[in-house]
Nanobody, 121 residues
Framework: QVQLVDTGGGLVQAGGSLRLSCAAQ????????MGWFRQAPGKEREFVAS????????RYADSVKGRFTISRDNAKPTVYLQMNSLIPEDTAVYYC??????????????WGQGTQVTVSS
């Protein structure tokens, strides 16, 4: 069993930055690929970014490439999402996930509770 606690959301102006954190509690964090999804009001949940269990491979949605960076520290154990050059379209609830299947995150095994990110124009 793994518990994920998402933090770091908030209100920021367009062009600003936020860093989300996802602290994991439980066993075998280093065996999971980790990632982030987001869901905006009235929209379907969408993939944002993922990182392999060892941290050597990352994937990003086209909409965030060059602006967001995912990283992890298996010693903590925590995964981060650094978000720069934020735009209003990034407004959503962001969810951390853990998936044994790899960075494509086809069927996440665990989900965080979500953290709200609001970008004002």
């Amino acid at each position: 069993q793994v518990q994920l606690v998402d933090t770091g959301g908030g209100l920021v102006q367009a062009g600003g930055s936020l860093r989300l954190s996802c602290a994991a509690q439980g066993r075998s964090f280093s065996t999971f690929a980790m990632g982030w999804f987001r869901q905006a009001p009235g929209k379907e949940r969408e993939f944002v970014a993922s990182i392999s269990s060892g941290g050597g491979r990352t994937r990003y949605a086209d909409s965030v490439k060059g602006r967001f960076t995912i990283s992890r520290d298996n010693a903590k154990p925590t995964v981060y999402l650094q978000m720069n050059s934020l735009i209003p379209e990034d407004t959503a609830v962001y969810y951390c996930v853990a998936d044994l299947a790899g960075t494509s995150l086809p069927t996440p095994d665990y989900w965080g509770q979500g953290t709200q990110v609001t970008v004002s124009s």
